[in-house]
């Protein structure tokens, strides 16, 4: 899950980003895929009732909204549904809930038949928003997702909005929905004109509960935290090609890697990144279970810098990167560098939203490598 970056990146990129699921507040991921999206209106055999559409209409963003865990690849997920409602609080909506309970279609049920579940379930869970959003994300990250489905019906179980997108739509190709994240991203370009939103990408865009409660899961620093950093991250700059980095082994898919710091290690030397050497030691914890790439992210800060804490390296500087691989190529790399006090001094997550990962198109450990590389030696100038 990558992304993501936050409204600020401490390295001054880090814009709105996610998720994943996260905090992402926002991820990189959203980068500038949303965009006024024009309706194709719902699905063959979907008549949205033409009462519960009016009253959604009139009501907009200011309309009260259960966002249910959303189904991707069959499967209910609430990380994903808090992303869309992330999406939605950007976009100006100020009555938002996340009810637990979590609709799961038949496998097998077409848009029209999903409706009519659909409905009957509100209708069995009453809840106090006037409306209630469901969201299908068809196809899983390993083998491509194939099309994005939203349900809305209002408390009587009457249909009041519907749309789906799927390859070959222009929306869909445009959004690349390669992962959840890129899902989120789609339909709140679908809920626009049906809500009336405000572009949730916007660096002006409103935050609210939902933001802060993810910020805080997902790790993020607030914003006295990443003014600090930033100042470091000045600094770090300035001092690169002039000091001293140990690396530490690579997190690769969970497993810790010396390989991948010895590769890192070698070109940033060659890319004349300092004086540069490995570390057979380094934080060892387990990647964090989540699809939500800033909280890999600044987990892997925050480990990081308890361990050159207690450590007490030799070297200026500390580096460690977290890579993910899956069968379809690279999913993220995230990168996090320590001074020898242990203080946060540049973070950096990349995706297939991101500048330097799209020009070098990952797709193997070797390859996360090099793109660490070429992420510090833009940074720093090399």
Do not use: Y
């Amino acid at each position: 899950m990558s992304g993501t970056r936050i409204v600020r990146h401490p390295r001054t990129r880090m814009h709105a980003t996610l998720l994943a699921a996260g905090s992402l507040v926002l991820s990189s991921l959203l980068g500038a895929c949303v965009e006024a999206h024009a309706s194709s209106g719902p699905p063959p055999g979907v008549t949205p009732d033409a009462e519960a559409a009016a009253a959604l209409r009139n009501a907009g963003r200011d309309a009260s909204l259960a966002v249910l865990p959303t189904i991707v690849a069959g499967r209910p997920m609430a990380p994903v549904g808090e992303v869309v409602a992330l999406m939605l609080e950007r976009g100006g909506m100020t009555k938002l809930d996340l009810p637990k309970d979590a609709f799961s279609p038949a496998a097998d049920a077409d848009p029209a038949a999903v409706a009519e579940s659909f409905g009957a379930f509100v209708r069995d869970h009453p809840g106090e928003s006037d409306f209630t959003l469901l969201a299908d994300f068809a196809g899983s990250p390993q083998k491509g997702f194939e099309s994005v489905t939203g349900w809305i019906v209002d408390r009587q179980g009457r249909l009041a909005w519907c749309e789906r997108s799927a390859k070959g739509d222009r929306a869909f190709d445009r959004a690349k929905v390669r992962d959840p994240m890129g899902g989120c991203v789609l339909m709140a370009a679908m809920l626009r004109p049906a809500l009336s939103l405000g572009d949730p990408t916007s660096s002006t865009a409103p935050t609210g509960p939902i933001a802060e409660r993810l910020r805080r899961e997902s790790r993020v620093p607030d914003r006295a935290e990443l003014d600090a950093i930033d100042a470091r991250t000045k600094q770090f700059a300035a001092r690169c090609g002039s000091s001293t980095m140990l690396v530490v082994p690579t997190r690769v898919n969970g497993q810790f890697s010396a390989e991948s710091a010895a590769r890192i290690a070698e070109q940033l030397t060659a890319a004349r990144c300092g004086t540069v050497r490995t570390s057979p030691q380094g934080p060892t914890a387990a990647r964090p279970s989540t699809m939500n790439q800033q909280q890999v992210l600044w987990s892997l800060a925050r480990e990081l810098s308890a361990w050159a804490k207690s450590a007490s390296p030799d070297a200026d500087f500390v580096l460690m990167a977290d890579e993910l691989v899956g069968e379809r190529g690279v999913l993220g790399v995230q990168i996090a560098i320590c001074d020898r006090a242990g203080e946060i001094v540049f973070v950096d997550l990349q995706n297939d939203h991101q500048k330097a990962f799209a020009a070098l198109k990952p797709s193997t450990a070797a390859d996360c490598d090099r793109l660490v590389v070429e992420v510090l030696k833009e940074h720093c100038g090399t």
